[in-house]
């Protein structure tokens, strides 16, 4: 009998597949994938062939084609990131939000922004953070896990996608999965006890199933994120809202910091850009500058 399912987990040559209705097979891939060097990805849907209901054991026969994978947290299929900072407590780091973003953008992945914590901060700053991101066309959502406020917008975003949870330590991301996902807790439970490959297990990276369609990945919190693959001629392009303006600006090619006439250093003047987004832009173009001389040999990092 064959089913269609998703991976949710792999680890040590076994691969957890969650089919709807149904429930988690424990499965191993075929050696024709080994022969075509293709190795399954958590977010792959897959074709199974059962082979013990009772027991839940399978073999995963094909992987359908894959919409895109990212490389960093190893996954496939991803529909959206929601990435999340607080309000307050810790402050926002704009700089590093600016960097998750520009990582999809590279990849070509969606991001939704999520403020937590709301409940910290007056409206005025809410609106503040809004009046930054919102122009750049990201979608905003303003949140408190603690007062259990905005998640169904949360929920509304998430619905029938696989999404990507991010955001630095302390800013209440697990309180947040932990309400979207009541089941999430005693469904890694019950998957440990399935595993039960040692206690290893949670470095790996596991969807967890929120409804139908509705899946999310929880990615470790990050500190730091370095920009790779990235010339700093392009970055201009991962800005969104310096779009509109290019077109305006005297030079061709011009990479909006020291040339004359340039429009989007006169529409920042005139406020229609943030000026964190801009200081951001120049700090982080003066990075991969740096990193492209050190590259070269020339030059310090």
């Known amino acids: 009998m064959h089913m269609q399912g998703k991976i949710i987990k792999g680890i040590a040559g076994f691969y957890y597949v969650h ?48 919409k895109n994978e990212l490389i960093r947290p190893a996954v496939a ?10 309000a307050d407590k810790p402050k926002p780091n704009f700089n590093l939000l600016d960097r998750f973003l520009i990582m999809m953008e590279q990849r070509k992945v969606e991001t939704i922004i999520c403020f937590n914590k709301q409940d910290l901060v007056a409206q005025e700053e809410v609106d503040g953070l809004r009046q930054i991101y919102q122009p750049c066309g990201y979608q905003i959502l303003a949140v408190s896990a603690r007062e259990q406020e905005g998640l169904e917008q949360i929920q509304e975003v998430l619905a029938g996608k696989t999404t990507t949870v991010a955001g630095p330590s302390g800013v209440g991301k697990s309180s947040l999965i932990n309400l979207l996902s009541p089941e999430a807790d005693m469904e890694t439970g019950a998957l440990s006890e399935k595993i039960d490959r040692g206690k290893h297990t949670t470095r790996h990276s596991q969807l967890l199933y929120i409804d139908r369609g509705t899946y999310i990945m929880d990615t470790p919190g990050f500190s730091s994120l370095y920009l790779m693959g990235l010339e700093a001629g392009e970055l201009k392009f991962h800005f969104r809202e310096f779009e509109s303006f290019e077109p305006l600006c005297r030079f061709q090619g011009c990479s909006h910091i020291h040339e004359p006439d340039c429009a989007v250093k006169t529409s920042l003047a005139e406020g229609k850009i943030s000026p964190i987004r801009y200081e ?9 500058k740096n990193v492209r001389k050190y590259d070269k040999g020339g030059g310090k990092r």
């Open 19 to 66: 089919v709807a209705e149904t429930g988690i097979f424990e499965c191993k891939a075929k050696g024709i994938f080994r022969k075509e060097k293709i190795k399954p990805l958590v977010g792959d849907n897959v074709e199974l062939e059962l082979l013990d209901m009772q027991d839940m054991t399978g073999n995963i026969t094909s992987i359908l084609p894959r």
């Open 77 to 86: 299929n991803v529909d959206q990131a929601l990435v999340i900072f607080a």
């Open 280 to 288: 951001n832009y120049v700090m982080l173009y003066e990075e991969l």
